[in-house]
Nanobody, 126 residues
């Protein structure tokens, strides 16, 4: 499977932005899609994930209630809808795919993901 992340850009604090992660290739082998981010000078961190079987979702505490993951099966695309954005949300956002059907704690581990997209930059600034 290949992943293409897009939708990043500059947004003001309090604003909204939606990122897309389009999958192609052997998409039937994917059971979990995750979103991660890496802020300047910091390590990459878990943002959220969707387990495709059962449509179960999980979010990091820092984004819960502000970010929502959704999917469009017809387009093989997963979205990260971000609202009430803060300057600390500034980062390169990555989507990642796993063959595993990951539960909460496992989904936060980067080494459980097999394929990564190229990242898209989100800058929250006035």
């Amino acid at each position: 499977v290949q992943l293409q992340a897009s939708g990043g850009g500059l947004v003001q604090p309090g604003g909204s932005l939606t990122l897309s992660c389009a999958a192609s290739g052997r998409t039937f082998s994917t059971n979990t899609l995750g979103w991660f981010r890496q802020a300047p000078g910091k390590e990459r961190e878990f943002v959220g994930n969707i387990r495709l079987s059962g449509n179960m979702k999980n979010y990091a505490g820092s984004v819960k209630g502000r970010f929502t993951i959704s999917r469009d099966n017809a387009k093989n695309t997963v979205y990260l809808q971000m609202s009430s954005l803060k300057p600390e949300d500034t980062a390169v956002y990555y989507c990642a795919a796993s063959r595993l059907s990951l539960i909460t704690s496992e989904a936060r581990r980067e080494d459980n993901y097999d394929v990564w997209g190229q990242g898209t930059l989100v800058t929250v600034s006035s």
